[in-house]
Each structure stands twice: as structure tokens, then as C-alpha cells.
């Protein structure tokens, strides 16, 4: 079966710090990848996608970018952090036999201090 | 920019009555999905919808589709206090990326 992890959990962060949150799956081949943020009570903002290995594909123009290292890896990094990036990451993975739904990770808090 | 618009932002009921929640969209879809999300949570897919579909169920679930309205609905029969969550709901146009859409969700409250 299919699971996919997101680390770490919660992270509390200075402005202007630099930020990696990781994201992997497993028990699937090349997955579409996702990454989401939400802020409080709102809804998902899509923020990049990749269908590939180095291939990302950004929503929307912002602080924050993503890699694609591995196949089943997908990387959410900033230079500098803003106030404005504080929210809630999720990362999900979709495609193959699931190509219509999305399955997500159990995400990550970021407070930017 | 978001697709989807559910209604009511926020329900609470009392466990054993029925709960509908609305969403509406904007553009030309594929399918409607709706997920659930538990507090501090990653999202859980419910069911999916086609656009060629009118209805479906799923357990105790149960979705409508009107794409004349561009309007779908969710219904929980026989609520329980477990369900209390956030349900969204999200749109797919299509396309090879199959990029997802989701409105601001409904928070439901289920009291026991």
C-alpha cells in the first residue's frame, strides 16, 4: 500500500531563516506531487506540482520553491522566511491508478516568528 | 484563484440528524471530489463524481452533481459526533497534471 510522510510535524522559525520541509512516498512509481499551504480556517492553495523528476511547476509567485530531487521526493524550501508563509503544508501525491484523487501527508505547522 | 464555494461555511447539527453541504464552482470540470479533514490533519478523500454523473453514494455519504447549476452537494445521513471535520470539496478540469481546485471547505460540528 501507498503512504506518504511529511517531516517535520510542527516547526517554529525566525523571519529571514531558511526553510526545507521534505516530503516522500512510497509504494508507488512516478507519482504527480503536490504541495499545498493553508492558512488558518481557509481553504488548500496550491503553491507547486511536479509530474516528474526535476520537472516543478509553480502556481503562484512567492517566497518559496520546490525540488524534485528523486521520483517519489518532493522539497519545499525558502531562502528567507516571511511572517506571510506561516500556515499549514501539506504535501500529496496522486496519479497512476489514482489519477483523479489526491492522497495527502499528515502535513506541517510552520509559525515564522 | 478558488473554484469551488461551499455553503454553509460552517453547520452544527445534533448526532443522528442529516447534514448537507453545498459547493459551487465556476468553470467546465471533469469531476467533483470531496474530501474531509480533520482538525490539524492532512485531507481524506470521500468520493469522486464525474461530470456525466448525477448521483452517487458511498457508505452513509451521499453526492449530487448538477453541472447545469455547476453545483454539487454532499449529504451525511445518520451524523455521528466522529464526523465532526472540515469537508472541502475540489474540482478537476482535466489535463495531465490533474491539478485540484478546492473551495474554502464547510466546518461541521456533530454534538453529541
Known amino acids: 500500500s501507498q503512504t506518504i510522510h511529511q517531516w517535520p510535524a510542527t516547526l517554529v522559525q525566525p523571519v529571514g531563516s531558511p526553510l526545507s520541509l521534505e516530503c516522500t512516498v512510497e509504494?508507488?512509481?512516478?507519482?504527480?506531487l503536490y504541495w499545498y499551504r493553508q492558512a488558518a480556517g481557509r481553504g488548500l492553495q496550491l503553491l507547486f506540482y511536479?509530474?516528474?523528476?526535476?520537472?516543478i511547476s509553480s502556481e503562484v509567485p512567492q517566497n518559496l520553491s520546490a525540488s524534485r530531487p528523486q521520483d517519489r521526493q518532493f522539497i519545499l524550501s525558502s531562502k528567507k522566511l516571511l511572517l506571510s508563509d506561516s500556515g499549514f503544508y501539506l504535501c500529496?501525491?496522486?496519479?497512476?491508478?489514482?489519477?483523479?484523487?489526491?492522497?495527502f501527508g499528515p502535513g506541517t505547522r510552520l509559525t515564522v516568528l | 484563484s478558488q473554484q469551488g464555494e461551499e455553503d454553509p461555511q460552517a453547520l452544527s447539527i445534533q448526532e443522528g440528524e442529516n447534514a448537507t453541504m453545498n459547493c459551487s464552482y465556476k468553470?467546465?470540470?471533469?469531476?467533483l471530489q470531496w474530501y474531509r479533514q480533520n482538525s490539524g490533519r492532512g485531507l481524506v478523500h470521500l468520493i469522486l463524481?464525474?461530470?456525466?454523473?448525477r448521483e452517487k453514494h458511498s457508505g452513509r455519504l451521499r453526492v449530487t452533481l448538477d453541472t447545469s447549476k455547476k453545483s454539487s452537494s454532499l449529504l451525511i445521513t445518520a451524523s455521528r459526533a466522529a464526523d465532526t471535520a472540515s469537508y472541502f470539496c475540489?474540482?478537476?478540469?482535466?489535463?495531465?497534471?490533474?491539478?485540484?481546485?478546492f473551495g474554502k471547505g464547510t466546518l461541521l460540528t456533530v454534538n453529541p
Open positions: 500529496a501525491w496522486g496519479g497512476g491508478a489514482h489519477y483523479n484523487e489526491q492522497f
Open positions: 509504494g508507488t512509481s512516478n507519482p504527480n
Open positions: 511536479s509530474v516528474g523528476i526535476g520537472q
Open positions: 468553470t467546465s470540470i471533469n469531476n
Open positions: 463524481i464525474r461530470s456525466n454523473e
Open positions: 475540489a474540482t478537476d478540469a482535466g489535463g495531465s497534471n490533474y491539478k485540484l481546485t
